[in-house]
């Protein structure tokens, strides 16, 4: 079986943030996600923001989680919501379950890319840096709406108990 690894590509250019996710999307880049969600709630001039999830195979919830963090980075500084181009039915139908329609619009129009989107350095981190942005990516999830609240309270339970011992 060959698994395709999970990349970030990012182009800034007039104000357009584009975030490109590739391949197979998870918590080994959280911490990268993080980075970019606190870059672009600092961005002056900032005015549109495109997620782009169309050669992404999987992104697991902790990725979903700092997507989530994105929009709410940037929640009231721009002028229309962040944008998600996805065209996969699963995609869009867990996007749809997991709230994303309240933060995110959601398209599958064609989207023209920046001709430089610069793949991103994944941005390491170690095991605890690593356990924090899962719990945090989960909180995020469950502020979202009641599904998500349910879906992941034991997970967010579980994990602050081990983060206590």
């Given at each position: 079986?060959?698994?395709h690894e999970g990349r970030l590509k990012a182009a800034y250019d007039a104000g357009?943030?584009?975030l490109k996710l590739c391949g197979d999307v998870r918590l080994t880049l959280c911490a990268t996600l993080d980075n970019e969600a606190q870059r672009l709630a600092d961005t002056?001039?900032?005015k549109t923001v495109i997620v782009d999830l169309r050669e992404a195979t999987n992104v697991d919830s902790t990725a979903l989680g700092f997507l989530a963090k994105v929009a709410m980075a940037v929640q009231g500084r721009l002028e229309?919501?962040?944008t998600i181009v996805a065209d996969h039915p699963d995609v869009r139908r867990m996007l749809d379950v997991m709230g994303f329609s309240r933060y995110f619009t959601l398209v599958r129009a064609p989207l023209t890319e920046p001709d430089e989107l610069a793949e991103l350095p994944q941005v390491e981190t170690d095991v605890q840096g690593i356990e924090e942005r899962i719990l945090e990516a989960h909180r995020i999830l469950m502020r979202m709406n009641e599904h998500n609240r349910e879906e992941f309270q034991p997970l967010v339970e579980l994990l602050e108990a081990q983060q206590h011992r």
């Open positions: 079986m060959i698994t357009v943030f584009v002056p001039g900032l229309h919501p962040p």
